[in-house]
C-alpha cells in the first residue's frame, strides 16, 4: 500500500519530538529521505550548533537520495547561522521533490527557502500536517516572530484553588505523581521561573530531577531579598535574579554578594515591582525562548494580568484548605467582569492518580 504524505509528514514529526528541550534558541525539526515507499534516510535536529534535520537524513540516504522525495516538517534555512545554509546540501544531492509541513517562521528565512528550491529545479510541495507542526514548535514560533517568550504557567492547588495554608504550609498539596510529571516537564523550557516569596516560603531547588540539561532559574526579585544559603544556589544551573534598575551609587551590599552566585538582570521598574513585559524581552535576548512558572500566586497573577501567559497546567488535588488568609493560586489584580476572564483552549485532561491535571492555550485576543 502507497502511503501517503500525512505519514511520512508524521514520522518526521515523531523524529523531532525527540529532541524537546535539547533545541533552543532554534525549533524541533524532522526529515525522512524517501524513494520507492520506503524510508531510506532519517534525521533531526538534536541542539543548536549541530546538523539540521534534512543534512541528517540525507547523510543517511547517501546516493540513494537522488531521485528521492525529502519530507521535512519545517522550511530549510537559506541563511549562515550557526550552521551552513541547508538548501545547498539538498540541490546538491540530486533530491526529486521536497515537501515541507510548513514555512518558516523566522523573518530571515521565511519563504526564502522555498523560492531557492523551485529555481533549482526541484518540486516542491508545502502544507502538510500544518496544525500539528505549529502546536509542535509554538514555543520557537512566539520567540521568534514577536522577541517575547512562550510563557507556561504550572500550579499546584487545592479543590478551592489554595497553594498553601494560612500558615504559608504548601508542601505537599498534589500527589508524587504530579510532581513526577512536573520535573519531566521542567526540562522542556530554558527556564524554570519564581518569585522571591516562592524562594523564601518553600526554599526549592528548581532543578529537574531526569534530565542532564537543567533549565535556567529564574527568580523575580526586585529588592534582591534572595538569601544567600538558597538552595537554587545548589548545582551547576545557572541562576538569573531579575531586580529593578536603581541609579548608580543605591545598590545594596547585597547585590555584590549575590552576584558572585547568579547573573543580575535589571529591568525597567513598575509601580515599585519589576516590569514583566521588560523582563521578558530581556530574557529573550539571551536566547531564553520559553519559561516555566512555577510561582506564586502574586507573579503569576501579575503575568496573566499583563495578557503575558500563553499555556497552563492546573494540578488540582481533591482536597479543601480554605481560609481568606490561605495563599491563592492566581492573585494580582484580578477582573473587574466576568467576560474579561481569561479562557482556555485546547483543553486536555489528566489524571495523576487522585490529581487531576487541566492543561491548555490561553485564548489570546485577535492581534495580540
Known sequence: ?????????????????????????????????????????????????????????????????????????????????????????????????????????????NGKGVDVLKRCGIKVRVGVIEDELFALNKSFIKYITTGMPFVTVKVAQSLDGKIATRTGESQWITTDKSRVYSHRIRAYYDGIMVGVNTVLRDNPKLDAWFSKKQPVKIIVDSQLSTPQVSNIFSGSSKVILVKVAVPPGQETENRN???????????????????????????????????????????????????????????????????????GSVMGKGIDRLDKAVKIDDIKITRFGEDILIEGDVKKARGS
Do not use: W
Request: aromatic share 4%.
Open 1 to 109: 500500500m502507497k502511503k501517503d504524505d500525512a505519514y511520512y509528514m508524521k514520522r518526521a514529526a515523531a523524529l523531532a519530538v525527540r529532541a524537546r528541550g535539547m533545541t533552543s534558541p532554534n525549533p524541533m525539526v524532522g526529515a525522512v529521505v524517501v524513494k520507492n515507499n520506503r524510508i531510506i534516510g532519517k534525521g533531526y535536529h538534536h541542539r543548536a550548533g549541530t546538523a539540521h534535520a534534512e543534512i541528517l537524513a540525507l547523510e543517511q540516504a547517501g546516493e540513494e537520495a537522488r531521485g528521492a522525495s525529502l519530507y521535512v516538517t519545517l522550511e530549510p534555512c537559506t541563511h549562515f547561522g550557526r550552521t551552513p545554509p541547508c538548501v545547498d546540501k539538498i540541490i546538491q544531492s540530486g533530491i526529486h521533490e521536497i515537501i515541507i509541513g510548513m514555512i518558516d517562521p523566522n523573518p530571515v528565512n
Open 257 to 327: 554578594i549575590l552576584a558572585r552566585k547568579a547573573a543580575i538582570l535589571e529591568v525597567q521598574g513598575k509601580n515599585g515591582q519589576v516590569n514583566l513585559k521588560d523582563m521578558l524581552r530581556k530574557l529573550a535576548k539571551m536566547e531564553i525562548t520559553n519559561i516555566f512558572v512555577e510561582g506564586g500566586g502574586t507573579l503569576i497573577g501579575s503575568l496573566f494580568d499583563e495578557g503575558l501567559v500563553d499555556h497552563v497546567l492546573f494540578f488540582i488535588s481533591p482536597k479543601i484548605i480554605g481560609g481568606k488568609e490561605s495563599l
